[in-house]
């Protein structure tokens, strides 16, 4: 850990793992929603509610003059390359596309609090005369609920107390049908077979 990040007194933000250099503004969003069924007579019933999944919109920004950027074109240097900061902002820019396109849940770190399991469902992005050595992005988050399933056996028929309800379908073969045998209630039968 860097002297300057154990000096500054604001919380380091970042999302999918990558550093924020300005947070301009934060806007969190946490709903109930309450489900609504309507009736014969009177208002509609609730008879449920439960939290839908947590959004976050951060706006912020990265600079090309910024100590992170500075310093890279400085390693570039002395690893041979150029001094040039000027891609930094494009680096950190083709980074925010590749987490929304790996489609990969992520972690985010706001001011306010840690989100997990979330998408960068949009991403808005403004560049003019004078934001030309900056990247102001808008970054629009949402929460995935993940569930894990796992496939089980029932027991034995001969430990069950009801196998022929209970126990597992088995695969019988096939069947033909059987000559002369009795419809089901409903069923077509042949005149020959009528009484009366």
């Not at 969003?29 to 951060?58: C, F, K, M, W």
């Not at 980074?95 to 399991?117: E, G, H, K, V």
Request: glycine letters at 8%; aromatic letters at 4%.
């Amino acid at each position: 850990m860097a002297l300057l990040d154990f000096l500054t007194l604001t919380p380091k933000s970042s999302i999918g793992g990558i550093d924020i250099q300005a947070t301009l503004e934060e806007v969190h969003n946490d709903t109930l929603q309450i489900t609504e069924h309507p009736v014969e007579a009177g208002a509609a019933i609730t008879d449920h509610a439960y939290v839908r999944p947590s959004e976050v919109v951060i706006r912020c920004g990265w600079s090309n003059s910024s100590t992170d950027a500075l310093s890279g074109a400085v390693s570039a240097l002395f690893n041979g390359g150029q001094l040039s900061s000027a891609s930094y902002v494009d680096g950190v820019y083709s980074q925010l596309l590749a987490l929304q396109q790996s489609r990969t849940p992520f972690d985010i770190t706001t001011s306010r609090r840690q989100y997990t399991n979330m998408l960068l469902v949009g991403l808005s992005v403004t560049t003019d005369q004078a934001t030309s050595n900056v990247l102001m992005v808008t970054a629009t988050c949402k929460q995935i609920i993940i569930v894990n399933t796992q496939a089980t056996t029932m027991p034995p028929k001969e430990n069950q107390a009801n196998p022929a309800n209970t126990a597992e379908t088995q695969n019988a073969g096939v069947k033909q049908p059987q000559s002369g045998a009795t419809p089901s209630p409903g069923g077509a039968v042949s005149p020959s077979q009528w009484t009366g």
